[in-house]
């Protein structure tokens, strides 16, 4: 039992014990939290350097958290858009499906029947996808998705004359004037052809040509003709576009032996792998993409 000869050591004695009770209780702070200093009282300077680095910290905890959150909408508006993609390509398989002349009309009208669903489903996810309560693909205006389905649907039904009636989301049509065969070198199809009618944006003109295997075509773009021979013994096709700007008529294909007017001068990109083009009696202008193969071209008497 501790005992106190008199005030005097008593009082010596409780101070030296409250100093060491403070020192040991700072002691074991600073070991359970981590920190030298955890008041101000501890290092005035150096506590008032740690609450500006705390509040910074925050802001940047706060700025990862906003990215994180943005990276989630954008991969959730990605599969949304993987999912639409996938979907015009069907379509597209379908527009040029319907160009074959070896359908008859109740083909065509099933070719229809799942354009039109593939063009409901392209709504109902545009309409559906959303994050935190907002759209993600809603704009004021027709927007690029629904412009690419009407260009891509527009060779899904044919009537019995040969137009093209294309359909809109909203099961409304376009008058078929638009796609009506000209005389005059415009978007037309000569007697010995069964290719797609081409789709003229304005800019450029867009179409496709389905070959059997070992079969050829006569297919006329913008008033010049060109004969399509498949190389192959299965069916593919053979796409086209022409830039109206600059007259190049891109070819998108592999394995296809392509035969110009020959008293044209012609403006061609081959893209594709294992081609022939054949040119015709004036000065042509004939390239291949970088990426693409064994293309063989010849330049006739230009």
């Known amino acids: 039992m501790i005992t106190f000869g008199s005030d005097v050591g008593d009082l010596i004695l409780q101070r030296t014990l409250s100093e060491n009770t403070l020192g040991l209780n ?3 702070e600073r070991m359970t939290s981590g920190y030298k200093v955890n008041h101000a009282k501890d290092n005035a300077a150096g506590y008032s350097i740690i609450t500006d680095l705390n509040t910074k910290i925050s802001s940047m905890l706060q700025v990862q958290s906003n990215t994180e959150n943005g990276l989630a909408m954008l991969q959730t508006a990605e599969g949304g858009l993987e999912e639409i993609q996938g979907l015009l390509e069907r379509l597209r398989a379908l527009a040029e499906q319907a160009s074959n002349d070896s359908y008859g009309a109740d083909a065509r009208e099933a070719m229809q029947s799942e354009a039109d669903e593939i063009i409901e489903e392209i709504e109902r996810i545009r309409n559906s996808i959303e994050y935190n309560g907002m759209n993600l693909y809603e704009t004021p205006r027709e927007d690029a998705v629904t412009t690419a389905v009407n ?12 137009e093209i009636y294309p359909k809109k989301h ?14 005059d070198g415009g978007a037309k199809i000569s007697a010995s052809s069964s ?4 789709l003229s944006t304005g800019d450029t003109i867009e179409g496709a040509v389905d070959l059997a295997g070992n079969a050829t075509k006569v297919v006329n773009i913008d008033g ?5 021979q498949n190389k192959l013994a299965t069916a593919q096709a053979l796409s086209y576009i022409k830039d109206n700007s600059t007259g190049e008529i891109t070819f998108l294909g592999s394995d296809f032996k392509i035969t110009g007017q020959s008293d044209v001068k012609h ?3 081959i893209n594709g792998s294992r081609n022939e083009f054949h040119g015709g009696d004036l000065d042509d202008t004939i390239s291949t993409v970088a990426s693409t193969l064994n293309n063989i071209i010849y330049g006739g008497d230009g």
């Open 151 to 162: 260009r891509l649907s527009a060779s899904a039904k044919v009537s019995n004359a040969g």
């Open 224 to 228: 010049v003709e060109y004969t399509v």
């Open 267 to 269: 403006n061609i990109i």
């Open 26 to 28: 700072s002691a074991i």
């Open 195 to 198: 290719a797609v009618f081409p």
């Open 170 to 183: 909203n099961d409304t049509q376009y008058t078929p004037a638009a796609f009506t065969p000209a005389t």
